[in-house]
């Protein structure tokens, strides 16, 4: 079964989603779900909570701030830090809510969010077990493998700018998400990221906008999830990598798993970044629901 729900953050902004319980009465174990960069639920987020919803879970899913159903300003802006105290936020509206086994809580989280539940599970002791799906593990060094060197300066420059513009008062600069050529400016510049987010947003989720501002790129120089890794423990962690990941490097993110400390586990998919959605979704969700069984049932 699945509701809609609305809860506020800290700070006050509104964040909507939806709430997925299990058959049968009672309190359930429950996972908090949001998802990657610019992302929105409707992007196969639904698939993976009904599949632990099937293996007994209730889930939270919502729509980070500023993107989608939730509210926030400006629009279309990720604040790493902000979407990972969001977090915490929805594992305290989560707790309370009446079907809630508030001492069974665990987060999932994939590709940028994959990075923020690292950083969660790390600081909020209430989640009881993490998966960590395609992560991003660096920030900067995700950036560098994905902009070549002789685009930082005018970046650099574009941001200099903005940062101008926006003390006038005048809107943020927006930059593409994705775009057809990978030469062209956008914050994911890779041909699978267009496919996905063009193909996904046509069939799934018409609210998905192809825009950040530009200071979310700043923003990301200084997200540094894996720096968290080895301070998750004695929380259970599942990492889900694809080893042919260009967009999260998969490289960073096993070398962070070898960071973290018992107890933990580690999911190689033979695909992409995106392949977990969809080609290889029985391959990512069924160890997370297993995962999930072990350490909240």
């Known amino acids: 079964m699945r509701t809609n729900i609305a809860f506020k953050a800290t700070d006050g902004t509104t964040l909507r989603g939806w709430h997925y319980l299990p058959d049968g009465a009672g309190k359930h174990p429950t996972i908090v779900m949001a998802h990657g960069f610019s992302a929105v639920k409707e992007m196969y987020l639904g698939k993976y909570a009904e599949a632990f919803a099937q293996a007994g879970f209730a889930s939270l899913v919502y729509d980070k701030r500023n993107f989608g159903a939730s509210d926030g300003e400006p629009r279309q802006e990720i604040d790493p830090w902000l979407q990972i105290r969001d977090y915490s936020d929805a594992i305290t509206f989560a707790r309370n809510l009446e079907q809630t086994d508030a001492d ?13 539940v690292l950083a969660v599970a790390a600081i909020d002791r209430r989640v009881k077990c993490v998966v960590s799906q395609v992560p991003v593990i660096s920030g900067w060094q995700n ?39 990978p030469m062209s400016p956008s914050a994911l510049p890779t041909a699978d990221s267009y496919n996905w987010f063009t193909t996904t947003a046509a069939a799934r989720a018409p609210a998905w906008r192809n825009e950040v501002t530009l200071r979310t790129i700043e923003y990301g120089f200084g997200y540094e999830p894996g720096a968290y890794i080895g301070l998750i423990s004695p929380t259970p962690l599942l990492m889900i990598v694809a080893v042919n990941d260009h967009l999260a490097v998969s490289d960073l993110a096993i070398t962070a798993y070898e960071r973290a400390r018992e107890p933990k586990q580690l999911v190689l998919l033979s695909g992409g970044h995106f392949d977990a959605y969809v080609e290889m979704f029985g391959q990512s969700a069924e160890p997370a629901c297993q995962w999930f069984r072990s350490y909240l049932r």
């Open 143 to 181: 950036f560098r493998r994905l902009v070549r060197a002789d685009f930082l300066a005018p970046l650099r420059a574009g941001l200099h700018a903005d940062r101008d513009s926006r003390a006038a008062g005048r809107p943020p600069a927006m930059l593409p998400v994705v775009a057809e050529d």
């Open 104 to 116: 069974r809580i665990g987060i999932w989280g994939s590709s940028y969010s994959g990075g923020h």
